[in-house]
């Protein structure tokens, strides 16, 4: 069975430190993978997406990037964290055409202080 | 980009119903449904797809108006358990990428 993984769960960062979350999947190959971040009360905002390895599309440049490494891993980076980058940040990941389901990560919350 | 919904939260009895409006000002190619409990991940319910199809499952169904670019999700005989924030996922053009509408929190009460 397919399993997505995410860490840490939790991260609090002083503001200016850089960022790094992981997302893994399992049981599956050549994903689709998304990361969101959703504000606090609010929906979900889609930050990054990616049909393969080093194939990656951004939806908000800002101060983040992100990068696909290996087939079921993919990375959100900063150089330097923003107050207005906490937020809970979810990894999804999906197969083939759009109309297949998103299965969400268990989700890094992080709070910039 | 971002799709419309409507109410932004509801108050429900157990037993009640729920109409929950999805709307997007461009072509949609699918819908995705999905409810999240608080402090946990979205979890999906279901997919309409373009042709004005409508799905159900238990008491949970959805239509998508493809004309009307519009999409809703009808909860009947509301439980307990129904409880949390509903977002639509909203798909353009078929390329993997979904804008979400900025969700419906339900509450339903005993």
């Known amino acids: 069975s397919q399993t997505i993984h995410q860490w840490p769960a939790t991260l609090v960062q002083p503001v200016g430190s850089p960022l790094s979350l992981e997302c893994t999947v399992e049981g599956t190959s050549n994903p689709n993978l998304y990361w969101y971040r959703q504000a606090a009360g609010r929906g979900l905002q889609l930050l990054f997406y990616?049909?393969?390895?080093?194939?990656i599309s951004s939806e908000v440049p800002q101060n983040l990037s992100a990068s696909r490494p290996q087939d079921r891993q993919f990375i959100l980076s900063s150089k330097k964290l923003l107050l207005s980058d906490s937020g809970f940040y979810l990894c999804?990941?999906?197969?083939?055409?759009?109309?297949?389901?998103?299965?969400f990560g268990p989700g890094t919350r992080l709070t910039v202080l | 980009q971002q799709p419309v919904q409507s109410p932004q939260a509801v108050i429900l009895r157990e037993g009640e119903d729920a109409v929950i409006n999805c709307s997007s000002s461009k072509a949609l190619y699918s819908v995705h449904w999905y409810r999240q409990k608080h402090g946990e991940a979205p979890v999906f319910l279901m997919i309409l797809l373009k042709g004005g199809e409508q799905k159900g499952h238990d008491k949970i169904s959805a239509s998508f108006n493809e004309k009307k670019q519009q999409s809703s999700l009808y909860l009947t005989a509301s439980q307990l358990s129904y409880s949390g924030t509903y977002f639509c996922?909203?798909?353009?053009?078929?390329?993997?990428?979904?804008?979400f509408g900025s969700g419906t929190k339900l509450n339903v009460k005993p």
């Open positions: 999804a990941w999906s197969v083939g055409e759009g109309y297949n389901e998103q299965f």
């Open positions: 990616s049909v393969g390895i080093g194939q």
């Open positions: 996922g909203t798909e353009i053009n078929n390329f993997n990428k979904f804008y």
